[in-house]
């Protein structure tokens, strides 16, 4: 089989750096295009950076996605928005790694998925999409009685929260409980609050120094307490994961996929 031709977005950036660096040792997998946004100094630049493999970043998305099988793209909600949208009309398929998107990004997103195929998810992990399932699995077993919190960290630079991952795992809360997480989730607790709503699914984020990412979610019952853990010590987990879906996606017909797809996890 050929090698799957891969676009990477936000070629200068902490994890399209990292993607660059880890494609020339995956198997199956091409680097043809490295894009950034119009206007980087990193334009014309050579997306290898000290190792060069002669790909130079551009900012033109459509003679990119003209010789591509996949696009990776661990950007900004609005870019990634316009590119699901560019990916759908060259019938391309788009990995997204991009956290922080708002509903209506999310809506947007699937009504790209009906002409492609799109693999979205906040986080991109082996361990943290397996952590999921666990967390489900626990939420559904355990019910609201048991008081659910999920804490996170990340490095001093990170611009949203609660993390891509945290919403991801709450998500998995919610799913396992059958209710919705929007209408029953506590964030950013502060001042008289009152007492903790039976069934809230509460969340507290961290910041500061060079975390990659650590979340624990607690399950926290009468007179005892369940905690699941997981922390990523290097981008490179989230980089091969991002491969993997890519990869993945060959022959798969159009739709909104996530990683436990990918991992062959769902209904688990």
């Known amino acids: 089989m050929n090698e799957l031709r891969l676009v990477v977005v936000g070629a200068a950036g902490r994890m399209g750096r990292m993607l660059t660096q880890i494609i020339p040792d995956t ?7 490295a894009l950034e946004r119009p206007g980087s100094p990193a334009l014309g630049a050579d997306s290898g950076g000290a190792a060069p493999n002669g790909v ?3 900012s033109d998305v459509g003679a990119a996605l003209g010789d591509a099988d996949a696009i990776v793209d661990f950007s900004s909600p609005s870019a990634s ?6 990916s759908a009309r ?3 398929a788009h990995i997204i790694g991009t956290t922080g998107l708002s509903q209506e990004d999310l809506a947007a997103i699937a009504e790209c998925a009906r002409e492609t195929a799109i693999v979205r998810s906040g986080n991109m992990s082996l361990g943290v999409n397996l952590l999921a399932v666990l967390i489900e699995r626990a939420a559904r077993a355990l019910g609201p009685a ?16 609660p993390s891509g991952t945290a919403l991801l795992l709450g998500e998995a809360v919610a799913h396992g409980r059958g209710i ?36 624990t979610v607690v399950f926290a019952g009468a007179g005892e307490r369940i905690e699941f853990s997981h922390r990523a010590e290097d981008r490179g987990v989230f980089a091969r994961g991002a491969l993997a879906a890519a990869l993945w996606t060959r022959g798969k017909p159009p739709g909104l996929y996530s990683m436990a797809d990918v991992l062959g996890l769902t209904g688990a």
């Open 90 to 92: 060259a019938r391309v």
């Open 180 to 215: 919705d997480l929007g209408e029953n989730s506590a964030r950013g607790r502060d001042g008289l609050t009152g007492p903790r709503r039976i069934g809230e699914i509460g969340f507290a984020s961290l910041r500061g120094g060079t975390v990659v990412g650590d979340h």
């Open 56 to 58: 130079a970043i551009t």
């Open 81 to 86: 928005v316009e590119l699901a949208r560019a």
């Open 27 to 33: 198997l199956g997998v091409r680097l043809t295009a």
């Open 146 to 161: 048991w008081d659910a919190e999920i804490v996170e960290m990340h490095h001093r630079l990170k611009v949203d929260a």
